[in-house]
């Protein structure tokens, strides 16, 4: 089982900037695919981006493309997402999650393909 614990939500101005960090548990870490995902009151929940376990392939919502920056470091079980030009838009709960191993590695936005997920941290954008 993997643990997960998103920080680095807050206030922001339309403009600015922020960098979320998931912490996991666990020293299997870099056997996971991470994503990121975000849900607005009264919408569903959203893909926003993913990374590959060694962090060679990232993979983005066109949402957040050209804005938003996921990363990883496996040596110390984190991975993050660096969210610039942030707008009132993505004013959102932000959720960590690790990719369920047996789904299809082709699938990276769907929230039925990732096994964990954190308590999300919120991020608020004020125009």
């Known amino acids: 089982q993997v643990q997960l614990v998103e920080s680095g939500g807050g206030l922001v101005q339309a403009g600015g900037s922020l960098r979320l960090s998931c912490a996991a548990s666990?020293?299997?870490?870099?056997?996971?695919?991470m994503g990121w995902f975000r849900q607005a009151p009264g919408k569903e929940r959203e893909f926003a981006a993913a990374?590959?376990?060694?962090?060679?392939?990232?993979i983005y919502a066109d949402s957040v493309k050209g804005r938003f920056t996921i990363s990883r470091d496996n040596a110390k079980n984190t991975v993050y997402l660096q969210m610039n030009s942030l707008k009132p838009e993505d004013t959102a709960v932000y959720y960590c999650?690790?990719?369920?191993?047996?789904?299809?590695?082709?699938?990276?936005?769907?929230?039925?393909?990732?096994?964990?997920w954190g308590q999300g941290t919120q991020v608020t954008v004020s125009s």
């Open positions: 990374i590959t376990t060694n962090g060679g392939r990232t």
């Open positions: 999650a690790s990719k369920d191993p047996n789904y299809s590695e082709y699938v990276w936005n769907r929230v039925s393909a990732y096994a964990y």
């Open positions: 666990g020293r299997t870490f870099s056997y996971y695919g």
